[in-house]
């Protein structure tokens, strides 16, 4: 779709519209339409948002985490962690994420949490969650709270998580040192045996 010579209120129109109707398909399961919709949205944006960083970024930001989500619901972790990376990236190149965005802005953040989260990086998670809940705090709207929520609800499993990776490395040290005393011992009876024969070779010779 051609949109050089259209306005900035018209391409955002659109790709407001195409990621709505990504999330409506996403949410009746249709992923692979909610697919084509959200990729549609985010391939347009990618290009005026690399003339026009400062009238797309934002949107872009939005567009990228959603794409995210369709990526993980359709199974593809990788691509989605790329994605979300990008839109956590660009949202973080503003010293203050403006209010119509905080909220997307931390669902991006808990979506990048639950990404790394899976590949085993859960004190990275946990700080990605710690960042979605300091940003929630700034709002008192009901939307906020519900993130908020949201994010405090992910840092509660997160912290399991922390917990028993660090409990799984703590056995695994008991587990290590335990073998290492085995073979320490092993080594020493032989010794040990050779030590008890001769005293009593030589108790036996006294007698």
Not at 21 to 26: D, G, K, M, Q, T
Not at 93 to 118: I, M, Q, W
Not at 163 to 178: D, E, G, P
Request: net charge negative; glycine share 4%.
């Amino acid at each position: 779709m051609n949109l050089e010579n259209h306005s900035t209120e018209l391409i955002q129109n659109l790709v407001i519209s195409l990621n709505n109707l990504s999330l409506r398909l996403l949410g009746v399961n249709d992923c692979d339409q909610a697919s084509v919709a959200i990729t549609e949205a985010s391939d347009l944006l990618r290009k005026h948002a690399e003339r026009h960083p400062a009238v797309y970024n934002l949107l872009f930001a939005m567009v990228l985490s959603n794409q995210s989500n369709v990526s993980l619901a359709l199974g593809h972790q990788e691509n989605a962690l790329i994605l979300v990376q990008e839109a956590v990236t660009l949202y973080r190149e503003y010293p203050c994420v403006p209010h119509g965005f905080r909220c997307d802005c931390a669902k991006a953040l808990r979506t990048l949490s639950g990404c790394l989260s899976n590949t085993g990086q859960h004190r990275d998670a946990v700080n990605l969650l710690l960042e979605a809940i300091q940003l929630n705090e700034k709002d008192n709207d009901t939307q906020a709270k519900l993130e908020l929520a949201k994010s405090l609800d992910n840092l509660s499993s997160a912290y399991v998580n922390v917990h028993q990776m660090l409990l799984n490395v703590l056995l695994h040290c008991i587990k290590s040192w335990v073998f290492l005393f085995q073979i320490a011992l092993d080594s020493q009876v032989p010794c040990i045996m050779s030590a008890k024969g001769a005293f009593g070779h030589k108790t036996s010779s006294n007698a």
